[in-house]
């Protein structure tokens, strides 16, 4: 399989500040990922998809000025919250898709906290 | 619009028990099918996949899956539940158009008694 890291793990802001959230994929290079967002007892929302070298593409609904997102190479993908609020905290996933396998490897989360 | 639906919020079975989850979808053309499991404050890890070929697919952990084309159906099976095996489960699809987007549904807890 294909491992995915996030970091930080948790991380716990005050409001109005920006938090970044690092997705990296270690034994492969991944040319598109995903960030989701999970609320409690609910399921993934995609948020956006990431490609290599472009813009991101947001889902509807999604604040692309508060929400950045980056890929700058093949292995890391990075979310930035921008002037966190509480209704920001969450549990944020990427993923990182694969070609030859057909689907996406998912890291660990990154649990927000804004005070 | 393409959806994927669990019906059951939440499924219990006494621990040795088979188990099934249940999953159905609604997205044309021949998408690939998944379920993932996940634990508290953890991401999702793959069970099983369905890409093409034999409907039944076994998968990590004892954990099987059935596709049904005629019942757009992708339900997660097990012969004998553990204690262990206690975790929230997602059924996912990706609609196979290019790119990965995936479409998640709403996810089952599942529940086994000891």
């Known amino acids: 399989g294909a491992v995915v890291s996030q970091h930080p793990s948790w991380v716990i802001c005050k409001s109005g500040t920006s938090v970044k959230i690092e997705c990296r994929s270690l034994d492969f290079q991944a040319t598109t990922m995903f960030w989701y967002r999970q609320f409690p007892k609910q399921s993934l929302m995609l948020m956006a998809t990431s490609n290599e070298g472009s813009k991101a593409t947001y889902e509807q609904g999604v604040e692309k000025d508060k929400f950045l997102i980056n890929h700058a190479s093949l292995t890391l993908s990075t979310l930035t919250v921008t002037s966190a609020h509480p209704e920001d905290s969450s549990f944020y996933i990427c993923s990182a898709a694969r070609t030859e396998y057909n689907e996406q490897f998912f890291g660990p989360g990154t649990r927000l906290t804004v005070l | 619009a393409q959806s994927v639906a669990q019906p059951e919020d939440q499924v219990n079975v006494a621990e040795g028990n088979p188990l099934t989850v249940k999953c159905t979808y609604s997205?044309?053309?021949?998408?690939?099918l998944f379920w993932y499991v996940q634990y508290p404050n953890r991401g999702l890890q793959f069970l099983l996949k369905y890409i093409t070929g034999d409907n039944l697919v076994k998968g990590s952990y004892g954990f099987e899956a059935e596709f049904n084309k005629s019942q757009t159906s992708f339900h997660l099976k097990k012969p004998s539940a553990l204690v262990s095996d206690s975790a929230l489960y997602f059924c996912a699809v990706s609609p196979n158009t290019g790119g990965f987007k995936t479409i998640f549904g709403a996810g089952t807890r599942l529940f086994v008694k000891a």
């Open positions: 997205v044309s053309g021949n998408p690939y």
